[in-house]
């Protein structure tokens, strides 16, 4: 429960809660055309992509990264603690599901 709270306590701009319950959290998150989503941590989580877009994900540990997304893709990632950046021209939207222990 407390995961779901760091992305929305860290980045409220982006991430709005949808559900939750014993097992996960789901959220929309919506981060527009060159705006940011300030350092934030989830569990391991599932992310399906509404929409084309381009992404940098800078994680607390390791190396930035650039992510190009198509809409309906599905991507798993591991737990990380990361901030976001939209450098796409479209609002880069998401649905997160973090998977609780």
């Given at each position: ?75 798993w ?12 021209k ?12």
């Amino acid at each position: 429960m407390e995961q779901i709270y760091d992305a929305l306590n860290n980045a409220p701009n982006v991430h709005k809660p949808i559900m939750e319950n014993d097992r996960v959290s789901v959220f929309d998150a919506r981060i527009k055309p060159g705006e940011k989503a300030a350092m934030h941590t989830h569990p391991d989580h599932i992310v399906y992509v509404f929409n084309d877009g381009k992404l940098k994900l800078s994680p607390s540990k390791g190396k930035t990264q650039e992510m190009d997304l198509k809409a309906g893709q599905t991507i798993w990632m591991d737990a990380i603690s990361h901030a976001a950046e939209n450098l796409g021209k479209n609002d880069a939207h998401f649905l997160v599901v973090e998977l609780k222990e």
